[in-house]
């Protein structure tokens, strides 16, 4: 199996359920996980943490994923974050917004997972060594 | 603050549609009741120019006749005005609840729907997950039973979004946007789209675009949306080694686009039906009987028609009529 190294994902997603299944796939792809349930605990997590990529559930309760979104990128540590959005509405303009706000990708519920790694692979792919000049002769 | 009442601005809106599918019902009653009303005064008016000119015998036989025959109509057409208009009263309150009804349902199926996302999301992150063998090694019978799940919650997922575009097309939540393109150049994007799924089915897909431009303002996304719907459809719905062609021509100021299939004949009494929701031709599994009710709703937004013609001895043709942009 192809993994990425010790890479460390923030998952801020408030079913449960779900957490623990991307838990399981992403730890299963060789990530390391931190897990938030709440918009207060991935700020904290955020601020505090290393961490190399966040995935965000917009629909967090009383409007939590834009608040999260929004501070991440007040942050001076966490402003240039990777911060993967994803939502299950569907309402015209949502993308537009969701870029609004910062976000540095969209996936729309319900999705694969393996979409979701396809994405995460390429903010966290890592870069390619610089060729060495070649001198002419 | 002042709050806005949406029942209120629905009724408002269902009277002002009534109103303006019937004209004013109003108006025209008055205009009836009145003519009516003249008739005895008219009535009165000949006997008196009889009686001048045959004598009071004719005006005593005819006129008690008359009198009273223009009585009754005066009576019938007060009693007939307040019973028609106690009708449209009524009339005005069905088409109202009617129209809330719909809404109510259509809002209801919506949040169904979104609801209905969040436990597919983890059903399908939990295959993934046996899939990918992080919960265990799996049987080969274990595998093909996740196979089948997975399969499952892929048509889910199609249905549930399927349901969502037609509830936001109805509630016209999606405005088409005012694109300006070829139809043309949508067929040939949907064409090449629908050739792998043609190919893998043996099925011949050809094309005859014509060279005429077909200049088109509409929302090419949802335009594309609809070509694929029927694209696919004509390709679900016809056998292995079968026959699917689609052309494309101007016919005055509209562009027709025709789309033929070698498929099994569609019952004459199926052919306006299959464009509602759910409608699936009998013997057939696959899909959710959704993609022409949504190709229809898209066409109908952009003030075209779509319909279907079946024969014994022709192939099924889907036919959509869209108007083109004015040059």
């Known amino acids: 199996m192809e993994t990425m190294g010790k890479r460390k994902i923030l998952i801020v997603d408030d079913d449960h359920h779900f957490v623990a299944a991307l838990v399981t796939f992403l730890t299963g792809h060789g990530f390391e996980v931190l897990k938030a349930y709440d918009a207060t605990l991935a700020l904290k997590f955020a601020r505090k943490e290393p961490i190399d990529l966040?995935?965000?559930?917009?629909?967090?309760?009383?409007?939590?994923?834009?608040?999260?979104?929004?501070?991440?990128?007040?942050f001076e540590k966490t402003a240039n974050l990777p911060v993967i959005v994803s939502t299950a509405n569907v309402e015209e303009g949502i993308q537009k917004e969701i870029f609004g706000l910062g976000a540095s990708d969209f996936i729309a519920k319900p999705y694969d997972l393996e979409v979701l790694l396809e994405k995460i692979q390429a903010f966290l792919a890592p870069q390619a060594p610089e060729a060495p000049e070649v001198s002419n002769p | 603050m002042s709050q806005k009442n949406p029942e209120n601005?629905?009724?408002?809106?269902?009277?002002?549609?009534?109103?303006?599918?019937?004209?004013?019902?109003?108006?025209?009653?008055?205009?009836?009741?009145?003519?009516t009303g003249v008739i005895p005064v008219l009535a009165l008016l000949y006997i008196l120019r009889v009686n001048m000119a045959f004598g009071v015998k004719a005006l005593a036989e005819i006129g008690p006749v008359l009198f009273f025959a223009g009585l009754i109509m005066t009576l019938g057409s007060v009693i007939g005005y307040k019973i028609v208009r106690r009708i449209i009263a009524r009339a005005?309150?069905?088409?109202?609840?009617?129209?809330?009804?719909?809404?109510?349902?259509?809002?209801?199926?919506?949040?169904?729907?979104?609801?209905?996302?969040?436990?597919?999301?983890?059903?399908?992150?939990?295959?993934?997950?046996?899939?990918?063998?992080?919960?265990?090694?799996?049987?080969?019978?274990?595998e093909e039973t996740v196979n089948v799940c997975k399969d499952v919650a892929d048509r889910m997922n199609t249905l549930i979004m399927g349901l969502i575009d037609t509830y936001k097309i109805e509630a016209?939540?999606?405005?088409?946007?005012?694109?300006?393109?070829?139809?043309?150049?949508?067929?040939?994007?949907?064409?090449?789209?629908?050739?792998?799924?043609?190919?893998?089915?043996?099925?011949?897909?050809?094309?005859?675009?014509?060279?005429?431009?077909?200049?088109?303002?509409?929302?090419?996304?949802?335009?594309?949306?609809?070509?694929?719907?029927?694209?696919?459809?004509?390709?679900?719905?016809?056998?292995?080694?079968?026959?699917?062609?689609?052309?494309?021509?101007?016919?005055?100021?509209?562009?027709?686009?025709?789309?033929?299939?070698?498929?099994?004949?569609?019952?004459?009494?199926?052919?306006?039906?299959?464009?509602?929701?759910?409608e699936r031709l009998e013997g057939t599994e696959e899909g959710q009987g959704l993609g022409l009710a949504i190709t229809k709703d898209i066409v109908e937004i952009h003030q075209g028609?779509?319909?279907?013609?079946?024969?014994?001895?022709?192939?099924?043709?889907?036919?959509?009529?869209?108007?083109?942009?004015?040059?």
């Open chain 1, 54 to 74: 966040i995935t965000l559930d917009l629909g967090l309760p009383a409007g939590g994923g834009r608040f999260v979104l929004a501070n991440i990128r007040k």
């Open chain 2, 92 to 142: 005005f309150a069905y088409a109202a609840q009617a129209k809330r009804a719909d809404e109510l349902k259509s809002s209801f199926a919506l949040s169904l729907a979104h609801d209905l996302k969040s436990p597919l999301l983890v059903i399908k992150a939990n295959i993934s997950n046996l899939k990918a063998g992080f919960l265990g090694a799996l049987t080969p019978k274990q």
């Open chain 2, 172 to 278: 016209r939540m999606a405005e088409p946007a005012k694109d300006s393109f070829d139809l043309r150049d949508a067929l040939k994007e949907q064409v090449r789209e629908c050739a792998a799924i043609a190919g893998s089915k043996k099925i011949s897909l050809s094309e005859d675009l014509g060279f005429q431009a077909l200049p088109f303002e509409g929302d090419r996304a949802m335009i594309l949306r609809a070509l694929h719907n029927l694209l696919s459809n004509a390709i679900k719905y016809t056998p292995s080694g079968g026959k699917v062609s689609i052309k494309a021509s101007c016919a005055d100021s509209f562009g027709l686009i025709e789309c033929r299939n070698t498929g099994p004949m569609i019952p004459t009494s199926k052919l306006e039906k299959i464009f509602d929701k759910f």
């Open chain 2, 9 to 35: 601005k629905t009724d408002r809106s269902t009277r002002a549609l009534v109103s303006r599918e019937l004209g004013d019902p109003h108006k025209r009653l008055l205009s009836v009741f009145f003519m």
């Open chain 2, 305 to 327: 028609r779509i319909w279907a013609t079946s024969g014994a001895w022709e192939p099924n043709c889907f036919i959509i009529l869209l108007p083109l942009k004015e040059k």
